[in-house]
């Protein structure tokens, strides 16, 4: 489906109560409209944008949603100074074609408390690399997808491959409870010099912003010695973890796991994902390359 051009035709409405984007939705499936989800915690970029754009080609329905999710913030994380940008937000979904925005308050999705919220955790994997960084990170993110589905039921929904560990628990988690949504992956958007577009690249000074490259660069580097058969995996994630702290970053993770599974990767795996997170500044920059060999 064509995007609708945003020549002051074309109005994107926004829901706040989950009373009325039910009704709404259900006049569009009446008319036989797919609809296609992407959740999102404001304060957009052109990352967010571009799965607009793949939603749109997925569904006849584009809904965003704009929720900073408290449950997946852990004790002294970024919650409360997390860009709150409604307005500009808007203006970019319109501008993007997207149809509808549900952007519900805390009371709205968690009406009983968050501390008497139902939990969805996905195990094993919700505890490794940026799980130990965040106890509790990856429960909160889906306990909020799951709740998400529930309220739209999409028929597909969007996330980006940045967090590919984050794609990989929803996606378990989707399977997992026989939740008949299509996940479909898109890829990470870039700025021209290779750093991956973040809402938390803003924290970023302008000289901290010059260095930040250096993450993706290592990646590469690491995921070409892969492929030249380097199978010493401690050893290339070591040389990884120096070249980053030479580049002015704080080290948090940086491995090389089986695509399929997230667990580390062992000599004979053919289809690898590099995983990295690392600190620069105020920022936790996170980042990935896959590598099939």
Known sequence: MALPVD????????????????????????????????????????????????????ADIVIATIFVNPLQFGTGEDLEKYPKTLNEDKQQLQA????????????????????NQTIVEVP??????????????????????????????????????????????IRQMTQDLS????????????NADGLALSSRNGYLTADERQRATALYAVLQSTAKSLQHENADFPQLCEQAQLTL???GFKRDYFVIANANTLMLAQPGDKQLVVLAAAYIGAARLIDNKVVNL
């Open 96 to 115: 993007a074609g997207c149809h509808l925005l549900f952007a519900p308050t805390d009371k709205e999705v968690y009406p009983h408390g968050r501390d």
């Open 179 to 190: 939740i008949d949504v299509n996940v479909v992956g898109s890829p990470t958007k870039r």
């Open 124 to 169: 094993a994997t919700s505890n490794l690399y940026c799980g130990t960084s965040r106890p509790g990170h990856f429960q909160g993110v889906a306990t909020v997808v799951c709740k998400l589905y529930s309220m739209i039921q999409p028929d597909t929904a969007v996330f980006g491959e940045k967090d590919y560990q984050q794609l990989h628990i």
């Open 245 to 247: 702290e030479d580049a």
């Open 7 to 58: 020549d002051g035709t074309f109005s994107m409405q926004t829901f706040t109560k989950l009373i009325d984007l039910r009704a709404h939705l259900r006049d569009l499936r009446r008319q036989g409209k797919t609809i296609a989800m992407v959740a999102t915690m404001g304060n957009l970029h052109d990352g967010h944008l571009e799965l607009i754009h793949k939603a749109s080609t997925l």
